[in-house]
């Protein structure tokens, strides 16, 4: 972390904006060219400025979660439809209706966690979900419930979608670029828990379960939430049957209905079970 206090021989890039910003009114001044480039949104946002946004889009949470001292987080994906219990009647179908219960699991499961995280005064076990309603939701909620803190890697999308309530205010994250955003899901990543849910939530499993089993990232406690919903969304063994996967591959993740389970599968972890 930088020390702001110490003497500086330039002037810093905030003093140059103030500068800017008191500078005669001319012809020459008023023009965009005349604009420092850093402070210029209209330049900042041109298709040749992608890398630039990319990379600033991976540095700023990474410096804010550094300052605050996270070491470790537990990864919560999981569908932003699945209602709460008290509102299951409102379900779109039957089955997500049922789906509900994973609800109160979430949540159960970050308080759980969080319990842990606050004994090292938020720096490990971090809960961090992608920001929205549902089980991201919950997930939050059950941080807030047990007095912690938790992340949100919130998306921008066409439609709107406002962070929930329970995010941390200084570790909610907006993101422009997806697959900026999966890195920060995975960066400081201890555990990865999985929920029912829709394309999102099947994208980061697959996602993170290739670069598991592709040796690109370490292996770690890889826990689905829902045996029926899985069983009946993808045909696992089918898999292994055909040879797209090797039958060791099935190792690489385990499969509960509580938010106990999970907890046990994270404390009895060892890679050496993972094929």
């Not at 850093?38 to 900042?44: E, K, P, V």
């Not at 008290?86 to 997500?96: F, M, V």
């Not at 842990?116 to 076990?125: A, C, F, I, L, T």
């Not at 990232?217 to 090797?246: C, H, Y």
């Amino acid at each position: 972390m930088k020390d702001q206090n110490k003497p500086r021989p330039f002037p810093d890039a905030l003093e140059d904006v103030r500068h800017w910003d008191e500078a005669p009114d001319t012809p020459q001044t008023r023009h965009p060219a005349y604009r420092l480039a850093f402070a210029d949104g209209d330049f900042m946002l041109r298709d040749e400025l992608r890398p630039v946004r990319l990379q600033l889009e991976l540095l700023k949470p990474d410096l804010l979660m550094n300052e605050r001292g996270i070491q470790s987080t537990i990864v919560m994906f999981g569908g932003a439809r699945i209602p709460r219990p008290e509102h299951a009647e409102q379900a779109a179908t039957p089955t997500l209706a049922k789906l509900a219960r994973y609800y109160d699991e979430a949540r159960e499961f970050a308080r759980l966690m969080t319990l842990r995280s606050v004994q090292s005064y938020g720096r490990e076990d971090v809960i961090v979900t992608g920001g929205g309603p549902g089980v991201m939701e919950a997930g939050n909620r059950g941080a807030k419930d047990a007095g912690g803190v938790s992340i949100g890697l919130n998306i921008v999308l066409p439609h709107e979608q406002a962070p929930n309530t329970y995010v941390t205010p200084d570790l909610c994250f907006n993101f422009h670029y997806f697959a900026i955003r999966k890195m920060h899901f995975l960066m400081r990543a201890k555990a990865i828990t999985v929920f029912p849910g829709g394309f999102g939530t099947l994208d980061e499993l697959f996602e993170t379960l290739t670069l598991i089993q592709t040796d690109r990232m370490k292996k770690m406690p890889f826990v689905l939430f829902g045996r029926d919903f899985w069983e009946k969304v993808i045909n696992w063994q089918a898999l292994a049957e055909a040879g797209t996967i090797s039958p060791e591959d099935l190792k690489l993740f385990h499969v509960v209905e509580t938010a106990q389970e999970a907890i046990a599968v994270i404390d009895g972890f060892s890679d050496t079970d993972c094929g």
